[in-house]
């Protein structure tokens, strides 16, 4: 005897159930919402969010090495990070130091003592500092070691016997934005890049000493700068 042919079971479906166009299974009747491509690209994004499988600490950690490590990429020499607060010590010193005139004819630095000395009335909400230091010391002979009563000869600073540094270290900052924000953004979407923070090479209101100290990149000298354990003072931070 001939048997009639069955109909195909249920359990023969192979359609992939990630896929946002493959037809829902019959006891989810919500998932007949086909999503748009908007709305596929935003819970892709989501999905690859390093930060949905983190605890907040983890991901500040984790950003942190991530800004570090390029950092170190773009040529910078150390990298330290400290917590966006006012510095009420320094704000102290800074106005005593002011009162005493010693400034010079420098009278640019007694503007804006308040910015100068709270980051985050510079950048609203901002919650970091970072701190890059770039050395400047060189092979070339010490001034020590040279004879300086020769014609023609004289004292000057290591930091400018090259490139002018605000030219080096800002083209140097300007490819570093780049990077961060081209790496952040998959993740926070709503980061604006140079609009979200701000960068100087010593010509804004930031006392870049203390911040440095403060980062753990050395302490304050006697001579004003600041010391690293292994390579001294000669260092832009």
């Known amino acids: ?4 042919p069955s109909e195909p079971s249920d359990l023969s479906d192979t359609s992939d159930p990630s896929d946002p166009q493959a037809p829902p299974p019959d006891d989810d009747p919500d998932l007949y919402v086909v999503l748009s491509k908007s709305e596929r690209r935003r819970r ?3 999905a690859q969010d390093p930060s ?3 605890t907040p600490e983890q991901t500040r950690a984790r950003r942190t090495r991530l800004v570090t490590e390029l950092a170190l990429q773009h040529g910078f020499s150390r990298v330290g990070v400290a917590q966006a607060t006012a510095l009420d010590d320094d704000r102290a010193a800074l106005r005593d130091w002011l009162g005493q005139g010693r400034q010079a004819s420098m009278a640019w630095l007694g503007d804006d003592v308040e910015v100068r000395c709270d980051p985050r009335l510079l950048v ?4 970091s500092v ?4 770039v050395d400047y010391d060189s092979a070339a002979p010490r001034t020590r070691e040279v004879d300086l009563a020769a014609e023609g000869r004289g004292w000057i600073s290591r930091y ?3 490139t002018d540094y605000h030219v080096v270290l800002t083209r140097q900052l300007k490819a570093l934005t780049d990077a961060v924000v081209a790496a952040l953004r998959p993740e926070l979407p709503e980061f604006k890049g140079v609009r979200d923070f701000r960068w100087y090479v010593d010509h804004g209101p930031v006392l870049e000493r203390a911040w440095a100290v403060r980062a753990g990149l050395g302490w304050r000298g006697k001579h004003g700068l600041v010391i690293h354990p292994q390579h001294g003072s000669f260092f832009f931070p």
């Open 130 to 133: 970072v701190v890059l230091a």
């Open 44 to 46: 892709a994004r989501l």
């Open 160 to 162: 400018a016997w090259g």
């Open 1 to 4: 005897a001939m048997s009639e």
């Open 124 to 127: 609203p909400g901002a919650r």
């Open 52 to 54: 949905r499988r983190e």
